[in-house]
């Protein structure tokens, strides 16, 4: 009788000394609340919403965002207004924004670890930290690369090689998280082991990206123990 197969392997825990997390849509859980803004701002211009065209544009920096809009639908006015205009609708709305589901509970156990927390993000810094102090997190990261300090965004390499060189650790020794094409793209150029959170069987998954099924499991996979 040939002998029973061995259980599969699973993957040696990584231990980072440093986690980068996207914000919108990875640790904040604010996809929904940032396509309704994409929607009422295209509406004031009677100018056609899609989902693809709201996922494509779901990495680069609001105004590279703005800028890609203004092209694609003739929008009337200059580029600096209307992103203040998009900045505005956004700002009635994060209010309502929640962490991620486990977002808490990843962060605190990376800090149990003596993990650096960074947060790289198209977003606004103003935005991204006052919304990060309503969310209680703000004590469990210790960094953020927000959209003004690049000037690529994703899903150019510059945001997370930036970031970790703030992190100041290895390469090797750093893992990010997104939950964008894009932003995968961006981490993965830029050298670092990357998570990508939601659905394996995802075509637009870039082939290096782990996928991972939600913020627990990414807490087992890198550091096994409570």
């Not at 998009?86 to 929640?98: G, H, M, Q, S, W």
């Not at 650096?116 to 991204?128: C, H, I, M």
């Amino acid at each position: 009788m040939p002998p029973a197969p061995e259980p599969p392997r699973s993957a040696p825990p990584l231990r980072p000394r440093a986690i980068l997390l996207d914000l919108d849509g990875t640790l904040a859980d604010s996809l929904q609340v940032m396509r309704l803004a994409y929607r009422a701002f295209l509406a004031q211009f009677g100018a056609p919403h899609s989902d693809a065209e709201f996922d494509s544009l779901n990495g680069p920096p609001l105004a590279e965002v703005v800028r890609r809009l203004k092209a694609t639908h003739t929008l009337p006015g200059e580029a600096p207004a209307l992103l203040e205009n998009y900045f505005a609708i956004i700002d009635r709305t994060y209010a309502e924004v929640l962490p991620s589901p486990g977002a808490k509970a990843l962060l605190q156990k990376a800090k149990r670890n003596h993990c650096t927390v960074g947060v790289v993000t198209s977003n606004s810094a103003l935005r991204t930290r006052a919304w990060l102090s309503a969310a209680g997190l703000a004590d469990l990261v210790d960094f953020v690369v927000a959209g003004e300090d690049v000037a690529q965004g994703k899903p150019h390499p510059e945001a997370y090689a930036r970031a970790a060189t703030k992190a100041g650790c290895a390469l090797a020794d750093i893992v990010a998280v997104e939950d964008s094409p894009q932003g995968a793209t961006s981490a993965l150029a830029a050298g670092l082991k990357t998570f990508m959170l939601g659905d394996a069987s995802d075509p637009a998954l870039p082939m290096q990206a782990e996928p991972i099924a939600s913020f627990g499991a990414l807490a087992n996979r890198l550091w096994p123990l409570p």
